[in-house]
């Protein structure tokens, strides 16, 4: 069965670090460029960042900027989204995706399917 997992959320101080998880299973993660988006209740979901099928090309929303990077380790079958300098405006259930990454467009999120269950990031104090 094709399937994306994310893990790695949970409640976390302001400032504070997470890194999130996105496993494959069912198929390789090898042939496809994988994104980030998070939905904050009562909002719409957002492009947060994604990474090219070899990692040569991501991208970044202004808001997370210099704070977020996103890597993959294809041996592992999984991407990871390291989050620093938390803010209490990156709570949301972020979910991971496969589709098309670009480097100089913003991420379209009917570009992108197979979508996790999601895992939940609350910063708070």
Do not use: H
Not at 62 to 82: E, H
Not at 92 to 112: K, Q
């Amino acid at each position: 069965q094709r399937q994306l997992v994310e893990s790695g959320g949970g409640l976390v101080q302001p400032g504070g670090s997470l890194r999130l998880s996105c496993a494959a299973s069912g198929f390789t993660l090898d042939y496809y460029a994988i994104g980030w988006f998070r939905q904050a209740p009562g909002k719409a979901r957002e492009g947060v960042s994604c990474i090219s099928s070899l990692g040569e090309s991501t991208n970044y929303a202004d808001s997370v900027k210099g704070r977020f990077t996103i890597s993959r380790d294809n041996a592992k079958n999984t991407v990871y989204l390291q989050m620093n300098s938390l803010k209490p405006e990156d709570t949301a259930v972020y979910y991971c995706a496969e589709g098309r990454c670009s480097s100089t467009s913003p991420l379209v999120r009917e570009d992108f399917g197979s979508w996790g269950q999601g895992t939940q990031v609350t910063v708070s104090s």
